[in-house]
T-cell receptor, first 118, second 117 residues
Framework: GAVVSQHPSWVICKSGTSVKIECRSLDFQATTMFWYRQFPKQSLMLMAT?????????EQGVEKDKFLINHASLTLSTLTVTSAHPEDSSFYIC??????????????FGPGTRLTVL | AQKITQTQPGMFVQEKEAVTLDCTYD???????LFWYKQPSSGEMIFLIYQGSYDEQNATEGRYSLNFQKARKSANLVISASQLGDSAMYFCAMRERTTDSWGKFQFGAGTQVVVTP
């Protein structure tokens, strides 16, 4: 199956700093990537949908100025958590799909990035 | 409104036994897809099985099978011959077909499965 990587796998930062998380599709071109957030023992919450070459679409309640998403190429999307605070500590997961439509084009998930803000 | 409901927050199952994980969904669309994912403690989401709304036969993938009951809007996952490595969180998800494209994934709350020797 298709492989999606994320970097870093974990990061610890001080409050007020910005953190960038990369999501790469390794063996396919991803026209669309998704960013999810997951708190412990909870389900995945979609934060935003990222389309290559255009602005990301954010879900209701997600601050676009705080969670900056850039999908500069067909294989790379980045999520930058700006001025991170302890409440931003979470598990961030990206996913990608290479087929524009069709129900069985399942999303391929990255391994996730665990962010801890001190 | 909750679109995907997983009523079992956690369950224990003995090795080599079968286990059924419940999933009900809510949609008014005729065209949709149902998915099951496994998330071990490492955090990665592993795709297990898919069922399309128009598929007449239940999906099967190795030890995984999906018991699809469309009228009841139910898509239960059955894991046969459980193994210790099956211990993980399991998520049911759905995508609905909108007018000309597929919608985003909607996930259930998940079921934590612990397989005991």
């Amino acid at each position: 199956g298709a492989v999606v990587s994320q970097h870093p796998s974990w990061v610890i930062c001080k409050s007020g700093t910005s953190v960038k998380i990369e999501c790469r599709s390794l063996d396919f071109q991803a026209t669309t990537m998704f960013w999810y957030r997951q708190f412990p023992k909870q389900s995945l919450m979609l934060m935003a949908t990222s389309n290559e070459g255009s602005k990301a679409t954010y879900e209701q309640g997600v601050e676009k100025d705080k969670f900056l998403i850039n999908h500069a190429s067909l294989t790379l999307s980045t999520l930058t958590v700006t001025s991170a605070h302890p409440e931003d500590s979470s598990f961030y997961i990206c996913s990608a799909r290479d087929v524009p439509s069709g129900s069985k084009d399942t999303q391929y998930f990255g391994p996730g990035t665990r962010l801890t803000v001190l | 409104a909750q679109k995907i409901t997983q009523t079992q927050p956690g369950m224990f199952v003995q090795e080599k036994e079968a286990v059924t994980l419940d999933c009900t969904y809510d949609t008014s669309d005729q065209s949709y897809g149902l998915f099951w994912y496994k998330q071990p403690s490492s955090g990665e989401m592993i795709f297990l099985i898919y069922q399309g709304s128009y598929d007449e036969q239940n999906a099967t993938e190795g030890r995984y099978s999906l018991n699809f009951q469309k009228a009841r809007k139910s898509a239960n996952l059955v894991i046969s011959a459980s193994q210790l490595g099956d211990s993980a969180m399991y998520f049911c998800a759905m995508r609905e077909r909108t007018t000309d494209s597929w919608g985003k994934f909607q996930f259930g709350a998940g079921t934590q499965v612990v397989v005991t020797p």
